[in-house]
C-alpha cells in the first residue's frame, strides 16, 4: 500500500515563497512519475507540475513556468514544490501524486490525473494579497 503525505503548506504573502514537501511510504518511489496538483475552492483540480522517476523531465503548466520548481530525492522518497513569487490566484489545496502503474513510467511524466493511482490528503496554501 503507497501512501503519500504533504507538508508545507500555510499562508504566504504575495510575492514570497514556500517550500511544499511529499513524502512516500511503501512501494518503490524511485519508480514512480510524481506529480503536484492543485484544487482552488470552488474549481476542479489542475496540474502544476509533474516529474519522471529520476527527475530528468519536467513538465510546469504555463501559469507557474519560472516561478516554481519540482524536483525529488529518491534517497528520501520524497518530492518538493518549490513556490517562489507566488500570487493569490496560487491558493488551493495541494496534492502530491504518484504513477504507480508502470515501473519507471517509461522514462516520462504524465500529465493527466488519471495517470495516477496514488494520492496525498492535500495541504493548504493560501496567498495575501
Known amino acids: 500500500q503507497v501512501r503519500l503525505e504533504e507538508s508545507g503548506g500555510g499562508l504566504v504573502q504575495a510575492g514570497g515563497s514556500l517550500r511544499l514537501s511529499c513524502v512516500v511510504f511503501g512501494g518503490f518511489f524511485s519508480n514512480y512519475p510524481m506529480a503536484w496538483f492543485r484544487q482552488a475552492r470552488g474549481k476542479e483540480r489542475d496540474l502544476v507540475a509533474a516529474?519522471?522517476?529520476?527527475?530528468?523531465?519536467?513538465y510546469y503548466v504555463e501559469s507557474v513556468k519560472d516561478r516554481f520548481t519540482v524536483s525529488r530525492d529518491n534517497a528520501k522518497s520524497m518530492v518538493f514544490l518549490q513556490m517562489n513569487r507566488v500570487k493569490p490566484d496560487d491558493s488551493a489545496v495541494y496534492y502530491c501524486?504518484?504513477?504507480?502503474?508502470?515501473?519507471?513510467?517509461?522514462?516520462?511524466?504524465?500529465?493527466?490525473?488519471?495517470?495516477?493511482?496514488?494520492w496525498g490528503q492535500g495541504t493548504q496554501v493560501t496567498v495575501s494579497s
Open positions: 516529474i519522471n522517476w529520476n527527475g530528468g523531465r519536467t
Open positions: 501524486a504518484a504513477h504507480t502503474r508502470t515501473p519507471g513510467g517509461n522514462g516520462d511524466y504524465f500529465t493527466n490525473s488519471d495517470e495516477y493511482g496514488a
